[in-house]
């Protein structure tokens, strides 16, 4: 079976070539399952309700996020009611939402999502680490299949992830960074891992910002406020081949795509 990873999808931009890209890719690619990281889809920074809805509509099966889910509080209801809508699931105490879920494809096939995000030069969570091992208890009791969405900034601490999950896990990628890394491989026990999937937005821009003002903020060290820029999406990501028997992932390759 194939299942496609839109990396993080990033303003209005993002949706556009989301809504213009996902079902050629689709169809191209024979991919029975569409996990998207949405979480700066709302004008960059978080995810509404109705932009949750646009996604959705728009082809992806199961949204995934990181620190930026909580930057608007509408979401915070749908996070405890939308099961097809993940947030990370090492934060402490009782936070809305889950991190782990499990979807069956058009074919029958159980796949289990598990999010999580780091703690290297981000907030100080719950070990992403041990909670992997708690969830994937619960996730393979269910699924042969199980794909992670590791939202990192440290290369170091998303290879380690997985690394961790190889021969667990049936694929590990990262998110966060939006920038696409070109380290797509098969780790020990057939994992499928890509350290960063990349951006799902605008290629003319500094992470999906516009440049001017990022350029400011860089230059002169004061408070600048960031727009999200719009011009050139490009939409980044990671398809995996996994056997449905065995959870193995057997091929990974980067997604790239731009507006026809």
Request: charge should be negative; include cysteine; proline fraction near 3%.
């Amino acid at each position: 079976m194939k299942i496609l990873f839109v990396g993080d999808i990033v303003g209005r931009a993002g949706r556009r070539i989301l809504a213009d890209q996902l079902h050629r890719l689709v169809d191209r690619h024979y991919v029975d399952l569409v996990v998207a990281n949405g979480e700066n889809a709302a004008a960059g920074y978080g995810l509404t309700v109705s932009v949750m809805k646009e996604l959705l509509k728009s082809g992806v099966d199961v949204l995934t996020s990181g620190n930026h889910i909580w930057d608007k509080r509408e979401i915070f209801d749908t996070l405890e009611r939308e099961e097809r809508l993940l947030r990370p699931a090492n934060y402490p105490g009782t936070p809305p939402g889950r991190g782990l879920g499990v979807y069956v494809t058009a074919g029958g096939v159980p796949v289990a999502v598990i999010n999580l995000e780091g703690r290297v030069f981000m907030k100080n969570l719950d070990c992403p680490f041990r909670v992997a091992d708690a969830l994937l208890v619960e996730a393979r009791s269910q699924a042969e299949i199980v794909l992670v969405d590791f939202h990192a900034e440290a290369t170091s601490e998303k290879q380690a992830m997985g690394h961790y999950l190889a021969g667990r896990v049936s694929a590990v990628v990262g998110t966060h960074t939006h920038v696409q890394t070109a380290d797509e491989r098969i780790l020990q026990g057939y994992t499928g891992y890509l350290t960063d999937a990349g951006m799902t937005g605008s290629q003319d821009s500094i992470i999906g910002n516009q440049k001017e003002a990022a350029l400011d903020r860089f230059l002169t060290q004061m408070p600048v406020r960031l727009e999200v820029s719009k011009k050139d999406p490009v939409l980044c990501g990671a398809l995996f081949a996994i056997d449905e028997q065995s959870g193995c992932c057997t091929a990974v390759e980067r997604i790239q795509e731009s507006l026809c």
